[in-house]
């Protein structure tokens, strides 16, 4: 049985906000990362032009450190991202009927009667179907009613 939400279009709202929020800060953390790396082209520029040469050691080190802290927020954000997206749809999640049935049923907050009448209702309804099963429980009644006609 497939799981689904309580608020389908509030839920889908919702992720369509979360997700241009994550775009909107990516880029950011993009634009940062990319302007992190023209301030060290720049320094080194001043560098060269200062003193005729550069520490290709310390350029090289900064922007491969810049590059690794950038891909590590991103990632970092989308898997934030993830975890907010299914921690929402796990509470807006809708119940298994039949796993509250059965859990009712173990904890003997139902008897075994209570428990087929409700199955038969939920199973009815999952089917999508008006016409009720017999149960077990409806055996007296039928053969009372085949006696009578």
Known sequence: MAERVRHPRLFSAFRAALYLFAVALGALL?????????????????????????????????????????ALALAGLRL???HVETRVADADRLPDPLDELTTQYVEDAIDERELERRLDGVLDSA?????RRPSHSDEPRRLEEERST
């Not at 089917?127 to 016409?131: A, E, I, P, R």
């Open 80 to 82: 934030g991202v993830r």
């Open 127 to 131: 089917d999508g179907s008006t016409v």
């Open 30 to 70: 993009a634009l940062v990362g990319v302007g992190a790396l023209l301030a060290i082209l720049v320094v080194g520029a001043v560098g060269v032009a200062t003193t005729g040469e550069v520490n290709l050691l310390a350029v090289g080190g900064l922007s491969v450190l810049v590059v690794a802290v950038v």
